[in-house]
């Protein structure tokens, strides 16, 4: 199985820029789709954007379009996630998460991914 381990969080004035990264081990990230979610306090955990275990198909919710970049470097087995034009509303703990096999038409949903990264807290201040 693989272990993920989250980094790279802080706190950035609105506009700034974060990069997240998600260390993987014990596999290779090849062998999964990799998510990233994030959780408000109060909130459900959400969303964020994916790429696939192929690395063909990447997806990202309709409020990070435009603003968040994830990628992979499957020499270095890590995950990226870049984000822009940070708002006070994407606040939150930041989570990479990993998911056995493919997708095409749709990212899985936040239940079907088994292995979970500890967290990364992003705070952006007004």
């Known amino acids: 199985q693989v272990q993920l381990v989250n980094s790279g969080g802080g706190l950035v004035h609105a506009g700034g820029s974060l990069r997240l990264s998600c260390a993987a081990s014990g596999r290779t990230i090849s062998s999964y789709t990799i998510g990233w979610f994030r959780q408000a306090p109060g909130k459900e955990r959400e969303f964020v954007a994916a790429?696939?275990?192929?690395?063909?198909?990447?997806t990202y919710a309709d409020s990070m379009q435009g603003r968040f970049t994830i990628s992979r470097d499957t020499f270095k087995n890590m995950v990226y996630l870049e984000m822009n034009s940070l708002k006070p509303e994407d606040t939150a703990v930041y989570y990479c998460a990993a998911r056995s096999g493919d997708y095409s038409s749709a990212p899985p949903p936040l239940s079907a991914y088994n292995y979970w990264g500890q967290g990364t807290q992003v705070t952006v201040s007004s």
């Open positions: 790429v696939s275990r192929s690395g063909i198909y990447i």
